[in-house]
């Protein structure tokens, strides 16, 4: 969290119950990446995290006395959704252990229970 709203700040410069709508935007806007940088688009992973950090920060800076799970997202934030992963999965085939990866595994993995778990 620290993290996101350090970057935050110094993006925007100002004091966070300055910030706009439009600040977001651009900040968040500034994690997009072309599709030749990034062809797996992690970046709409992180854009979603920080958008999730964000809006739990505003919602506490506008509604601090109000129990968590009973704040109203902030006017700051109305209208800025998440955005959805273009793939499926994150993994390939060529991500999945091959056959002669297992028995290598196995010959050298000290667990007899993780040895035996492979012969089932």
């Known amino acids: 969290m620290n993290n996101t709203l350090n970057r935050l700040s110094r993006h925007v410069n100002k004091n966070f119950k300055d910030v706009t709508r439009d600040d977001i ?4 806007n500034n994690l997009r990446k072309s599709e030749a940088d990034d062809p797996n688009h992690k970046w709409i ?4 995290l920080y958008l999730m950090t964000i809006d739990t920060f505003f919602k506490w800076l506008y509604y601090p006395k109000r129990e968590p799970k009973e704040r109203p ?3 700051v934030l109305l209208n800025i959704k998440r955005l959805k992963r273009k793939e499926k999965s994150v993994y390939k085939p060529t991500d999945m252990w091959t056959q002669e990866d297992d028995l290598v595994f196995l010959k050298y993995c000290p667990s007899k ?8």
């Open 25 to 28: 935007i651009s900040f968040l």
């Open 45 to 48: 992973g992180t854009y979603n």
């Open 73 to 75: 997202k902030p006017d």
């Open 113 to 120: 229970r993780d040895r035996a778990y492979h012969a089932i």
